[in-house]
């Protein structure tokens, strides 16, 4: 059985703050969607967003609704937001690892890595 894991958090810069309450979609390379989760109160998810048997090697999609989030956070967006949804497509060649995808996300920027 895979070792692997994939884990994501979101932070709010503009806020300085954690994403608390933001829905994630992850689908994979056929665009199935795999899961569906909202961060808690540290930005994060409870738990891992692929383990064990479900972790395997191919491409993937994360799916940030940071629209919503924003607007919910009370944020006054245009209509259309210039961010609503932010796609984050990545690759997981290692079975045995650990990736996780970070992102800091205001109204009109954001940025990903793979982080630890």
Same mark, same amino acid.
């Given at each position: 059985?895979?070792?692997?894991?994939?884990?994501?958090?979101?932070?709010?810069?503009?806020?300085?703050?954690?994403?608390?309450?933001?829905?994630?979609?992850?689908?994979?390379?056929?665009?199935?969607?795999? &899961?569906?989760?909202?961060?808690?109160?540290?930005?994060?998810?409870?738990? #891992? !967003? $692929?383990?064990?048997?479900?972790?395997?090697a191919g491409h993937y999609e994360l799916l940030f609704h940071v629209g919503d989030y924003f607007?919910g956070s009370g944020v006054d967006l245009p209509d259309p937001?210039?961010?609503?949804?932010?796609?984050? &497509?990545?690759?997981?060649?290692?079975?045995?690892?650990?990736?996780?995808? #970070? !992102? $800091?996300?205001?109204?009109?920027?954001?940025?990903?890595?793979?982080?630890?």
């Open positions: 059985m895979s070792q692997g894991r994939l884990t994501t958090h979101v932070l709010d810069t503009a806020a300085g703050r954690p994403a608390s309450g933001l829905r994630i979609e992850l689908f994979d390379a056929a665009g199935e969607k795999l &899961r569906e989760v909202h961060t808690n109160d540290d930005g994060r998810c409870g738990a #891992p !967003l $692929l383990e064990g048997s479900d972790f395997k607007r937001a210039f961010f609503d949804v932010v796609p984050v &497509r990545f690759g997981l060649a290692d079975e045995e690892a650990h990736y996780h995808v #970070p !992102l $800091l996300v205001s109204p009109y920027g954001y940025s990903t890595y793979r982080g630890s």
